[in-house]
């Protein structure tokens, strides 16, 4: 059974940074990308960046683009999403999330190629 927990999130100004942290624990092995959604209150839920295992390829939806990075650190089981300069409409929470569908290496943050997600850490910007 495969579980995620992320951290980091909180309160910042506009134009502020947060790290986001996603603990994995489980057999992921079998899977192909890790991703990073949000879903501010009325709205769907949106993928933010993934990054692909086998290669370590990374995509990220334009809006984050030059501002938010993905990466994994392999020794310690764990997804980071370092988000620079945020805007108060990326109020929101953040997930974390596993796929094992090869799907998700396509060029589009699928939410419904990812099978294993996280509970949710939560990012309030102000302006």
């Known amino acids: 059974q495969v579980q995620l927990v992320e951290s980091g999130g909180g309160s910042v100004q506009a134009g502020g940074s947060l790290r986001l942290s996603c603990a994995v624990s489980?057999?992921?092995?079998?899977?192909?990308?890790m991703g990073w959604f949000r879903q501010a209150p009325g709205k769907e839920r949106e993928g933010v960046a993934r990054?692909?295992?086998?290669?370590?390829?990374?995509f990220y939806a334009d809006s984050v683009k030059g501002r938010f990075t993905i990466s994994r650190d392999n020794a310690k089981n764990s997804l980071y999403l370092q988000m620079n300069n945020l805007k108060p409409e990326e109020t929101a929470m953040y997930y974390c999330?596993?796929?094992?569908?090869?799907?998700?290496?396509?060029?589009?943050?699928?939410?419904?190629?990812?099978?294993?997600w996280g509970q949710g850490t939560q990012v309030t910007v102000s302006s």
């Open positions: 999330a596993v796929s094992s569908r090869s799907e998700c290496a396509n060029r589009v943050i699928r939410t419904d190629v990812y099978n294993y």
């Open positions: 990054i692909y295992l086998g290669t370590g390829g990374t």
């Open positions: 489980g057999y992921i092995y079998s899977s192909y990308c």
